[in-house]
């Protein structure tokens, strides 16, 4: 790797992200104690009811997420029913539930707002499970599974690869007869994931998983470590990006009166009831947890009224898809090395186009000239922008002013209708195209696409360091994408499918250059549309691919007393 592409790789990012400091967190909405009765499951303002018993049956990577440094992905296939009935039982006392994770996260929030530091004063390792289709055969029956709603869950990932756009050629590497795990060979009947803050808890934490399991008729297929990357590269995947910055807020109130997406617009602003803090809108939670109130396709101040039918069992739990994704570095910064000579600009300038933010995590829709990292470190302001409208400016609740917040001091996004800041078919406006309208009719049908993203990267980092050996280029790296959802077909396949992959929807304007794949008779060629200072559009054809699919699953991730309950027993 060498030239322009491998100088701005090695230079990413000059300093650490200037991170929000001195801030009190205001305390929890406190309902009365009227109000946080259950009553038909709302809290006071109609919110969902998060009570103690669903608190502690839903599990933790589902509602609120790990989000640890460290991850351990078990992939595991069952060889005596029996005895992974008595493994399954010994597992549900270990799995983390919602109010755990909650609790931790909370306290880790408020304490990084005051320090600053992203590194937690406590520890914790917490534990996640999931079930594939396969599984469900073998523990519960051919019944059991036909009663799952999903069908690309019944089929499974592998059945349904080349839908996805991955290569119909056995011999690509992206082929699921290629895959290191999921594909063809074999697709796992259980996920079970570890994370902590700690390597080494999380090491011993899965070797006794898999120890015990052994013991049971439950074998490892595979294991995949990652990691958080280091540094000021901390929070970024391996093209460099920071990830994982925009994440829908999920409405609800736990037992105790705290709101799951805390609220720190000022009331009487009309969006504080749309969304969360600036740029994060409220999702009600059945988009992402069976059984509870799903959002409405054309107001999203009411859940909707149809529910779909739910077995009891799989009641408050979340389908589950990792993808396994590898990532060719060199060639995507190659790439951006070229295309930014062809268009007269910088190659870190046309990546970020690519991906919609700058390698900071600063929105280009904020900051179209050059990367900003104090809008960056800004969780209230970084999110806050759209994309055909100009943004309005917000005002934060009177609690998080009082609390240290100074307001939104950055420069506000300007309407970009035609993709002259963002261009259209930029990853984050593909996947998600905000306040624009789409094939689908209002943004509002936005909102029933939206996942809970649960990724972490693999491999050792490339970016950032100078001269890297031959034997660290060509090091294994990539991705661990991981999304919980209600619906795989409505919510990840859609996406993929109907906008990524597509160079004409969501709007016009060619593939998402980062995960987009087309295969046409085996022509995987993509293009991706920048629009030039005259306002015209000019067409960039991509040759390469640098996301390729190496394995992974749909699975279902059940409520924690289904898995020592339901799923044990004969």
């Not at 869950?153 to 895959?179: E, I, K, V, Y």
């Not at 000022?266 to 939670?285: E, M, T």
């Not at 859940?303 to 739910?310: G, I, K, L, S």
Request: charge should be negative; charged fraction near 25%; proline fraction near 7%.
């Amino acid at each position: 790797m060498s030239g322009e592409g491998a100088e701005a790789l090695a230079g990413l990012l000059s300093g650490p992200v200037e991170r929000l400091s001195g801030i009190t967190l205001p305390a929890s909405t406190q309902f009365t104690e009227a109000s946080r009765s259950l009553l038909g499951g709302e809290a006071e303002g109609g919110e969902p009811l998060f009570d103690a018993a669903m608190t502690a049956e839903i599990q933790g990577n589902v509602i609120p997420g790990f989000n640890k440094d460290h991850q351990r992905f078990l992939f595991l296939a069952i060889d005596d029913v029996w005895g992974a009935r008595a493994w399954l039982q010994w597992l549900a006392p270990r799995l983390s539930s919602m109010r755990e994770v909650l609790d931790f996260r909370r306290e880790f929030r408020r304490e990084r707002m005051l320090s600053g530091s992203a590194d937690p004063s406590t520890t914790a390792t917490w534990t996640a499970f999931a079930i594939s289709a396969s599984g469900i055969v073998k523990l519960l029956g051919e019944e059991a599974l036909a009663e799952m709603g999903d069908e690309a869950f019944r089929q499974g990932m592998a059945a349904r690869s080349t839908l996805l756009g991955d290569p119909a050629q056995p011999g690509h590497p992206g082929h699921r007869d290629q895959w290191r795990v999921g594909g063809t060979a074999g697709e796992a009947d259980f996920l079970v994931t570890v994370a902590a803050d700690k390597p080494e808890d999380a090491e011993c934490a899965a070797a006794e998983i898999v120890e015990t399991g052994a013991r049971s008729g439950v074998r490892m297929l595979f294991e995949q470590v990652g990691a958080n990357l280091p540094g000021v590269l901390s929070g970024h995947e391996h093209f460099g990006f920071k990830d994982g910055v925009s994440q829908p807020g999920i409405r609800g109130v736990t037992e105790d009166g705290e709101h799951l997406a805390p609220r720190y617009l000022d009331a009487r602003n009309p969006h504080s009831r749309i969304f969360g803090k600036a740029g994060q809108p409220l999702i009600w939670p059945g988009q992402f947890v069976l059984g509870m109130p799903r959002q409405h396709p054309a107001d999203p101040l009411v859940p909707a009224e149809d529910e779909p039918t739910v077995p009891d069992w799989a009641k408050h739990g979340s389908y589950l898809v990792c993808r396994r994704l590898e990532q060719d570095v060199p060639a995507f910064w190659d790439f951006a090395a070229r295309a930014a000579a062809e268009h007269g600009t910088t190659t870190v300038h046309f990546a970020s186009m690519m991906v919609g933010r700058w390698p900071s995590g600063a929105p280009l829709s904020r900051s179209p000239e050059a990367d900003d990292l104090r809008l960056a470190g800004d969780e209230f302001a970084n999110s806050h922008f759209q994309f055909d409208d100009d943004t309005r400016s917000w005002t934060p609740s009177k609690e998080l002013v009082e609390g240290g917040y100074r307001g939104d001091r950055h420069p506000r996004a300007k309407a970009d209708l035609f993709g002259q800041a963002c261009p259209v078919a930029g990853h984050i406006r593909k996947v998600n195209p905000r306040d624009s309208g789409t094939d689908f009719g209002a943004p509002a049908d936005t909102f029933l696409r939206l996942m809970l993203r649960r990724g972490i990267p693999y491999g050792p980092a490339l970016a950032g360091v100078e001269d890297p050996s031959p034997e660290l280029v060509a090091a294994e790296r990539g991705l661990m994408f991981v999304a919980h959802m209600a619906s795989i077909e409505d919510q990840f396949e859609f996406v993929t499918r109907r906008w990524a992959n597509s160079p004409h929807q969501p709007n016009t304007g060619g593939h998402d250059p980062v995960i987009g794949q087309s295969d046409v008779y085996g022509d995987r060629r993509r293009t991706f549309e920048v629009t030039s200072a005259s306002g015209d559009r000019e067409a960039v054809l991509v040759d390469r691919e640098w996301v390729t699919a190496t394995g992974g699953g749909y699975f279902f991730a059940p409520a924690i007393s289904a898995v020592g309950g339901r799923l044990a027993s004969a």
